[in-house]
């Protein structure tokens, strides 16, 4: 079992930064990923990160999110800056240990116009 637990999220305007992270509560061997999904839409990835730091971003952020992580502190990062209010969502961690897909509970980004 992994608990990730998110936090980071709030409310800014648009043009503003937010840095989320999500701790993790074992050590992950393998990528991890940051999700989002808004009101009335299905869940998307945003943008993901192996243990190595090789990284990918769907198109809608690269440029302006950026994915890290301590290997030592067991956390992702995820660094969102020039905001636009079609990034407000709900943003998951995500993790697959050993076959098994685990969720944070996520946390709430607002950006207001």
């Known amino acids: 079992q992994v608990q990730l637990v998110e936090s980071g999220g709030g409310l800014v305007q648009a043009g503003g930064s937010l840095r989320l992270s999500c701790a993790a509560s074992r050590s992950i061997v393998n990528a991890m990923a940051w999700y989002r999904q808004a009101p009335g839409k299905q869940r998307e990835l945003v943008a993901t990160i192996t243990r190595g730091g090789s990284t990918n971003y769907a198109a809608s952020v690269r440029g302006r999110f950026t994915i890290s992580r301590d290997n030592a502190k067991n956390t992702v990062y995820l660094e969102m800056n020039s905001l636009k209010p079609e990034d407000t969502a709900i943003y998951y961690c995500?993790?697959?240990?050993?076959?098994?897909?685990?969720w944070g509970k996520g946390t709430l980004v607002t950006v207001s116009a």
């Open positions: 995500n993790c697959n240990y050993y076959n098994m897909n685990f």
